[in-house]
């Protein structure tokens, strides 16, 4: 009897220890009011290129409204209208919000082992988080945390398309962990590991698997997002993909590309 368990618990145990891998990662989309609202606070509060006339009208909203927001001295000052035009916007989308939390969701189940392995091995570290939480949201196309496992998308987008900035805003987090567990503020600033990070995520998704498992629709020529679309780290981004494709692991990749960080001016400034 005993002989037979053992028997079978070895030929089991492969299966065992596939599932967990399966569990090695996971999405949970979800609304979430308050965050949402102080990342609203946030990003007006913040500095853009674009300026905060292009990032009003990017987020759909007043742009007086936004200056209002900018020059407030606390978030407790504005806080008050925030929650009240949130709540109206919450009610009024409600539907669509759980709609597209669903949709998104279902998207995620048959790629989420494919995408939890590849990146991992691309970026040669275990996820920081196993389980991320994605903030879907009226506002915000797509925000990343630097030191949480939350990240937050938009609510009206195709549910598969929607794939590719949901694993942009993770693995940009990722990335900036991965980071900030060798090298503290002092010594690389949080501006170069966000531009590292950056850079380094658009490297990781151009991966042929994930390509054509997350988003076979894409074609390598037609890819948009091929390189990170800042204007400002378009030399950086030259610099650290010679490096990329002649790395003999993450770990090089990383070593060899910090000199090149320090002596790299940042105009933009982005992170939560």
Known sequence: ??????????????????????????????????????????????????????????????????????????????EPKLTDLVDRTYLSESDLIQKSQEEYAKSWDPVIEVFSRRAQELSGSPWFYRNYECVVSPFHKGLSSWYSNTITRAYNEDPLKQRRITAHEIVLSHIFHIVRQRYSEAKLSNWRVWAFAEITTVFILDDPELMQKLWPWQTIKENYFSQSNYPQLARLEDQLRKIWISRKDFDDYMTRAVPILKTFSTTHRKGM
């Open 1 to 78: 009897m005993r002989a037979t368990i053992l028997i079978l618990c070895v030929l089991f145990l492969p299966l065992l220890c596939s599932c967990a891998k399966q569990h090695d990662f996971s999405i949970r989309f979800i609304s979430d009011r308050q965050y949402d609202q102080m990342m609203i606070f946030r990003m007006f509060q913040g500095k853009d290129p674009a300026g905060l006339k292009s990032r009003s009208k990017q987020m759909g909203f007043d742009y007086g409204f936004a200056k209002e927001v900018s020059k407030a001295e606390s978030y407790e000052v504005i």
